[in-house]
């Protein structure tokens, strides 16, 4: 019988959960703190080990076996604050031909030498990786469903009408985020829980296994904010900081930029959206920049004090948050399907494609994000060019658009125009 909360709302990566368990030893499920690993695992789980509890880790480092011996799937939370959880739970699958034994929980990579000499086997063929993320518009309920990505691969996708949403609705569920505690948040509390995150992180987080200065890396995050959806380099970012920053918050190099920005990745705070190539026609021309983005648009949002008021009245940053909160769907989606995001750019022309959905079996599909139905005309003009200078053509090209309710096949490029609002897997 499973440890399922009564208020547990279904997740996408739960199909995932339950075939990994059909067929690795264990899983390990990573992702950003609070977007929801612990209460997935246990829908799957039977017994569940806490090791954020300072009294079961004591037990563990007395011996592994007092934990690992529950009625399984066990779930063991936070496993990487106790290293040896990991080989230890590989042995113990090695020691049975059963399937389905553990499921590990981390919001944080190992970071620590000492920690990571712990571990002595990577867990291949035994323990299954699963990345999660926060909740997609669909999870959350704020999406019909109406638009699939399957239906326009298969090209069965019917011409109608979504339910209508306002711009401030649209606004509130960027600053609100796809954080499950915060799905029925009161409209006007929505932006406490991000804000809280942020201070989470600056407060203690980012001092996983060194001294890491408070004002440095808010400005990191500030600029990180700024440049939301964009491909920018460490360069801009330096840059950027120096324009905003005093004497004390500047970042003075490189090698301290990679160091902060690494410790953001490895607590699943921001993400990088990789730059596509294949099939391009001048390939000595493709950009390979990655396009950053928070694991959560709420975040970026939180960083620079946007409220539904700024963003609709700044309507050009309101865009880089939507095709944020875009591509976290985009991403939840195609990884449900087994695929990969990307992004593209030709660095001579300019040529850009907001994301590409690279398909399992090496099919793709090319999207363009825009906020607003008037400029339809504009993303279907860019996504011909792309389409003109592809050896092998996409499967399908798609405009998703935040403020319409329309949901078409334009019928003379073959386009589909889709409002998020309408999208799922």
Known sequence: MSLRRKEYIDRLVDKKIEEYLSIFGAVSIEGPKWCGKTWA?????NSVVLLDKEEMREKAKLSLDLILEE????????????????????????ETTEKGNFILTCSTKLTDEKQKEKIHHSGAGRIGKIQMHT?????????????????????????????????????????????????KTPEDKIGILPKSYIDAILDSD???????????????????????????????????IGEYANEKETIESRITIDDYLDVLNRLHIIENQNAYSENYRSPNRLGKSVKRHFTDPSLACSCL?????????????????????????????????????????????????????EFSDGEYAAVE??????????AKKSLMNFYNNMVKKP?????????????????????????ITALRP
């Not at 695992?41 to 789980?45: G, V």
């Not at 995050?221 to 330096?238: D, G, P, Q, V």
């Not at 994000?369 to 504009?378: S, Y």
Request: hydrophobic share 40%; with cysteine; glycine share 6%.
């Open 206 to 240: 980012i001092n996983d296994n060194k001294k890491r200065d408070k004002n440095k890396m808010t400005m990191l995050l500030k600029s990180l904010a700024r440049n939301e959806s964009s491909i920018a380099n460490k360069n801009t970012l330096l840059k950027d």
């Open 135 to 183: 909740m997609s518009l669909y999870e959350s309920g704020d999406s019909t469903g109406k638009v699939s990505i399957q239906d326009m691969l298969n090209g069965t996708l019917k011409n109608e009408l979504n339910d209508k949403i306002t711009l401030q609705e649209l606004a509130n569920l960027i600053i609100r985020g796809g954080w499950p505690s915060n799905i």
């Open 305 to 357: 004090d946007l409220t539904k008021e700024k963003l609709i009245n700044d309507l050009k940053t309101f865009g880089f948050m939507f095709e944020a909160l875009v591509e976290r769907d985009l991403r939840v989606y195609i990884e449900y399907l087994e695929g990969k995001l990307y992004h593209f750019r030709d660095n001579v022309t300019g040529l850009e494609v907001d994301s590409i959905l």
């Open 41 to 45: 695992s246990l829908n799957h789980a």
């Open 71 to 94: 009625e399984r799937p066990e779930l063991i939370d936070e496993w990487n604050l106790i290293p040896e959880v990991w080989d230890a739970v590989r042995r113990k699958c090695d």
């Open 369 to 378: 994000i825009k906020l607003g139905f008037n400029e339809v005309d504009i």
């Open 395 to 419: 499967k399908f090209m798609c405009v998703i658009v935040g403020y319409t309710d329309v949901i078409a096949k334009d019928p003379e490029t073959g386009i589909y125009i889709v409002p």
